[in-house]
């Protein structure tokens, strides 16, 4: 069983950055790819960004790519997303997941992770 919290979420403008955190309890963390999921009012939830467990492979939606960084400290048992160069479309709840190892091709999928935090709210203004 894995709990993740996320944190570092608030108000920016437009052209700021952010940089959440997800701490993780459990001694298995160090196994799970850990993912970054986010989802605006009356959309669906969607893939943000995601790590392997070891932190050698990491995933981008395209609507982030070049923007934004995954890493993960697993002496800290914590991922980061640092988010640069907010934009309004990135406002939402971004939720932080962590999956047991799985194929590669899952990990973009939010039903691979059986693992959520409550997630922390961006917004981001214009």
């Known amino acids: 069983q894995v709990q993740v919290v996320e944190s570092g979420g608030g108000l920016v403008q437009a052209g700021g950055s952010l940089r959440l955190s997800c701490a993780a309890s459990?001694?298995?963390?160090?196994?799970?790819?850990m993912g970054w999921f986010r989802q605006a009012p009356g959309k669906e939830r969607e893939f943000v960004a995601a790590?392997?467990?070891?932190?050698?492979?990491?995933y981008y939606a395209d609507s982030v790519k070049g923007r934004f960084t995954c890493s993960r400290d697993n002496a800290k048992n914590t991922v980061y997303l640092q988010m640069n160069s907010l934009k309004p479309e990135d406002t939402a709840v971004y939720h932080c997941?962590?999956?047991?190892?799985?194929?590669?091709?899952?990990?973009?999928?939010?039903?691979?992770?059986?693992?959520w935090g409550q997630g922390t709210q961006v917004t981001v203004s214009s």
């Open positions: 459990g001694r298995t963390f160090s196994s799970y790819a």
């Open positions: 997941a962590a999956s047991p190892p799985r194929p590669e091709w899952l990990i973009t999928i939010p039903s691979a992770y059986p693992y």
């Open positions: 790590i392997s467990w070891s932190g050698g492979s990491t």
